[in-house]
């Protein structure tokens, strides 16, 4: 059975950092990032494939970093100077799979 499993979230304040991590049971390519807040869509925030080349979502450039561990099946998601509206549900994706998410709220 395929598994994803995002862990990192909490509560932060502005301008602060967290790491977000997604362990899944097999390496997804690409391993995609996701949030969402009540009443919107959710969002794409960044991808990562295999070989570690990355794409962000522009609201997220130069401040979210995503990597990937491909030994421990794991992917990251760092993010720094963190805003009030970057605060979400955050989930990990790979093909038709999703994590339940973990919540991230940074408070002004």
């Known amino acids: 059975q395929v598994q994803i499993k995002e862990s990192g979230g909490g509560l932060v304040q502005t301008g602060g950092s967290l790491r977000l991590s997604c362990t899944t049971s097999?390496?997804?390519?690409?391993t995609n990032w996701y949030r969402q807040t009540p009443g919107k869509q959710r969002e794409l925030v960044g991808s990562?494939?295999?070989?570690?080349?990355?794409k962000y979502a522009d609201s997220v450039k130069g401040r979210f970093t995503i990597s990937r561990d491909n030994a421990k099946n794991t992917v990251y998601l760092q993010m720094d100077s963190l805003k009030p509206e970057d605060t979400a549900v955050y989930y990990c994706n790979g093909c038709t799979y999703w994590g339940q998410g973990t919540q991230v709220t940074v408070s002004s």
């Open positions: 097999i390496n997804f390519s690409p």
């Open positions: 990562i494939i295999r070989t570690g080349d990355t």
